[in-house]
């Protein structure tokens, strides 16, 4: 090896492992959405099959239809409820409609389970524990603090 290869490789730096950066900053990404992703497949899930809209004999609870607003409108108020419908002839749901919302709704349930999985596992097997759980707790209150202003 000559005199100036001996000195490119002294003061070459190692190489970098994109995995390991990679995987990093997915799981403080992650940490810090996941509140906001359960939030909105949960209240889009009930958002599918109207139920945090009143209509017929039900009668959609005022923190459903809060979180919905949250959801929908990025507002804490809640719409005012709709007159009953319950005198509205039912019209006949195609199948097609039936069979996407069954699929939306096990989509929802699908980032669900595999985002508290994910959370399970940065908690659990990620090395700096007290910055995922500050990202954690950071991602639940931060949409709240943006709601108050």
């Not at 005022?62 to 409820?81: C, F, G, N």
Request: proline share 7%; aromatic share 6%.
């Amino acid at each position: 090896m000559s005199k100036d290869e001996s000195e490119k490789s002294a003061t070459r730096r190692p190489p970098t492992n994109w995995g390991l950066t990679i995987r990093r900053l997915h799981t403080y990404l992650g940490a810090l959405i996941a509140p906001s992703v359960l939030f909105l497949a949960t209240t889009g899930a009930m958002q599918l099959y109207h139920l945090h809209e009143s209509h017929g004999g039900y009668h959609a609870p005022v923190m459903i239809r809060s979180l919905s607003a949250i959801h929908k409108d990025q507002t804490y108020v809640p719409p005012p409820e709709k007159p009953d419908a319950a005198a509205a002839p039912d019209e006949a749901t195609p199948m097609s409609t039936t069979l996407l919302k069954a699929f939306c709704l096990l989509v929802a349930a699908g980032l669900i389970v595999s985002t508290l999985m994910g959370v399970w596992m940065a908690v659990t097997f990620g090395r700096r524990k007290r910055l995922i759980w500050a990202l954690l707790v950071l991602g639940a209150v931060l949409p709240i603090a943006i709601l108050t202003i």
